[in-house]
């Protein structure tokens, strides 16, 4: 008996075994990357604070604009979410230096490359385009949860006060 565990050990921790439990989880990812492709569009955010209260993203407001796009052969995704209560500019062509402050306090954009780690669970983005040109390069992590056509991603890190922040998105597409 003693010789079968011994043997059975040595297969599983063998490189084989680990090349093999590595191939699965490639697979996964795949699959997993496939059943996220398309465009997703925004729903809302909630934050639910240390206090058991909950309110949508500050940022954001309580309606959220925007879109989340997945191409899973060329691994690219691209996001733009901003709050869809902005004012107006009162002049178009030639915002306020206000105005303009409010692009960068309310929009998020950023694209890249993308995979999923399907031993976390969690969306992987390799940042390529953002806004600031400080996070180029930076990974950023989401933990997920997809349910047929809806998509709810969680945030880190989260902001003071914060105990979990969800993002809620639709498929609008397939």
């Known amino acids: 008996m003693r010789v079968a565990v011994v043997v059975v050990c040595l297969a599983l921790s063998s490189p084989l075994h680990a090349q093999q439990a590595a191939e699965v989880r490639q697979y996964a990812s795949i699959r997993q990357m496939a059943s996220l492709a398309g465009t997703w569009r925004l729903v809302g955010t909630r934050q639910r604070m240390a206090d058991g209260t909950t309110r949508p993203d500050p940022d954001l407001g309580s309606h959220p604009t925007g879109y989340l796009m997945f191409d899973a052969k060329t691994r690219q995704m691209c ?27 309310q929009t998020v954009s950023y694209c890249g490359r993308w995979a999923v780690d399907t031993t976390r669970h969690e969306l992987v983005y390799r940042l390529e385009a953002n806004m600031s040109p400080n996070t180029i390069g930076m990974e950023r992590r989401r933990r997920f949860t997809l349910d047929g056509d809806s998509l709810i991603l969680y945030p880190t890190p989260l902001p003071d006060g914060v105990v979990e922040w969800a993002v809620e998105w639709r498929r609008a597409s397939r």
């Open 79 to 105: 996001t733009v979410v901003n709050n869809g209560d902005r004012a107006r500019w009162a002049d178009a062509a030639h915002p306020t230096d206000a105005e303009v402050r409010t692009i960068w306090q």
